[in-house]
């Protein structure tokens, strides 16, 4: 198959050449290309590090909205992605009580096990919680009732019911024993990362110390009002070994916020995110018996409160707004979304990239001035998921 589109860094338009699922090579011009053409921009697939459900669909049935409101079958959810350039995504499973995220991994493993087309798509499962703070703020939108101290046989067994799957792993590092936590799933190759915390600047180094690489999306699951200098955003966001991931959906992090966490980190650091719940996409109203209230903007709230209550945009919302809002340039824009994400889950070399041998995860896509990408075709291993009509 060959692949046409123009190079985010060069303008340059090129004709990729496809086989058994990776790039085989790269022509000059436009080469008789089954998909795209030289007016869409071609990038290396997008790869969303958190993703919980989208369109009445979950992949934590019950967390977001009522049961009977929501659906856990994955291809939906699959084909949102992928209609929003993404190819690549981390379903995440978040705080619950044990059994009930053990039997939201085991579900999604089920399915994984059954049918290789989901395989291409989950290079990881993440895991956000249940061992976060349980303070007021930091907590976010996690039920207190379940947040509990870190406890490195109950990861065991959600590990074990994810069937290895778990890549990453969201925790606040100032909790009782998270710091040894850290260490183990270090030295077990799952990625630790920090967030929902109210951690000292100290424990911050302590857990990078320890082992912790990635913020997760920083600004949010935070106090309302914090201490001046010094505190843990701060921290976090001068730490070098720390990448950072952010939700930049225009309702999350301001748009000055944003451009400030993307000077700091760098294209090379800092990673977005949709962390798309599963109310996200739905027409407004309210839902989950009048607790949360999807606005005509598209964000998700507590009900008869401005309080965030979930994020309501993918992928392509997400992409054009660090464009828009900061001083990245689209080719370093489109590096946050799927080259920084890659290199996160230690897939550099494999994906995110668009490089001879790399695995042919592919978003063509138009940019205009305002709202989402135009997701124009998605591609996961050489085959395409999606296209504009």
Known sequence: MRVCGKLCDTGEVVTARLEAGRIAGFEAGVRDPAVGGPDVWLAAGFLDLQLNGYAGHDFNVGTWADPAEVSADLYPI????????????????????????????????????????????????????????????????????????????????????????????????????????????????????MGHTA?????????????????????????????????????????????ATVIADGHHLPPAVLKCVARVKGPERLAVVSDAVSLGGLAPGSYAGGRHEVLPSGKIVVAGTPYLAGAGHLMDTGVANLVRFTDLSLAQAVRCAAAVPARILGLEGRKGELRVGCDADLTLFRLSDQGPLETVATLCAGEVVFRAA
């Open 78 to 193: 699959l084909e949102s992605a992928a209609r929003a350039g993404t190819p690549l995504f981390c379903p995440t499973i978040t705080t619950n009580s044990a059994e009930r995220m053990r039997g939201s991994l085991a579900a999604l493993t089920r399915a994984l096990d059954a049918d290789p087309r989901l395989v291409r798509a989950v290079p990881a499962i993440h895991v956000e919680g249940p061992f976060l703070s349980p303070e007021e703020g930091p907590r976010g939108a996690h039920p207190l009732e379940h947040i509990r101290p870190p406890d490195w046989d109950e990861f065991q067994r959600l590990q074990e019911a994810a069937g290895g799957r778990i890549r990453l792993y969201t925790l606040a590092p100032e909790l009782d024993g998270a710091l040894p936590f850290i260490e183990k799933l270090t030295a077990s190759g799952v990625v630790a990362a």
């Open 199 to 243: 951690a000292s600047p100290e424990t911050i180094r302590e857990a990078a110390r320890s082992g912790a690489r990635v913020s997760t999306h920083l600004g949010n699951g935070a106090h309302a009002l914090i201490r001046r200098h010094p505190n843990y955003l701060w921290e976090q966001l001068a730490h070098d070994d720390l990448f």
